[in-house]
Every structure is written in structure tokens, then in C-alpha cells.
């Protein structure tokens, strides 16, 4: 019911089947309906191996990929500057 759902650091570790099942039920019940902002580390091309089942990973990825506007952060860690 919230209009923003951020989800940060994903793909930091793998999901089990309840979290993929989850998942998947949120990213579904958002779809074309509410905003959700993902911020990973990980190319979206290795999520698959988050999700260690390539066919919910194919749902998950459906819902989100094809809708989204990617941003994609180029060069050396801010952190690495202090």
C-alpha cells in the first residue's frame, strides 16, 4: 500500500525459496500500480544467481526490467575518495 518501496543492496546474499516467493509476491502486487526503487552492486544479468530459480527470477525480472529506468553509476567508489 506504500508508494515508494526501496529496496537497497540487493543480491547481497542469495535467497531462499520463502524470500523468492515473497518477492515475487511483491514485485506482482506493485506492478504498473506503485514505485520501487532497487539499488544493487550486482549487474542485473547476476541476479539470476540471487535467485537460484531461474523461472522465478524470469517473473521477478519481467516485472521489474521491462517497466524501469535503469541508472547505471560509472567509476570508482565515492568512498575510496575521502
Known sequence: KTDLLILDDFGLVHLD??????LMEIME???AKASTIIASQLPVANWYDVFG???I???VLDRVVHSSHR????GE?????K
Open 17 to 22: 525459496q520463502q524470500q523468492r516467493l515473497d
Open 53 to 55: 530459480d531461474d523461472t
Open 71 to 74: 541508472i547505471e553509476l560509472k
Open 29 to 31: 502486487d506493485r506492478h
Open 57 to 59: 527470477a524470469d517473473a
Open 77 to 81: 567508489s565515492m568512498r575510496k575518495k
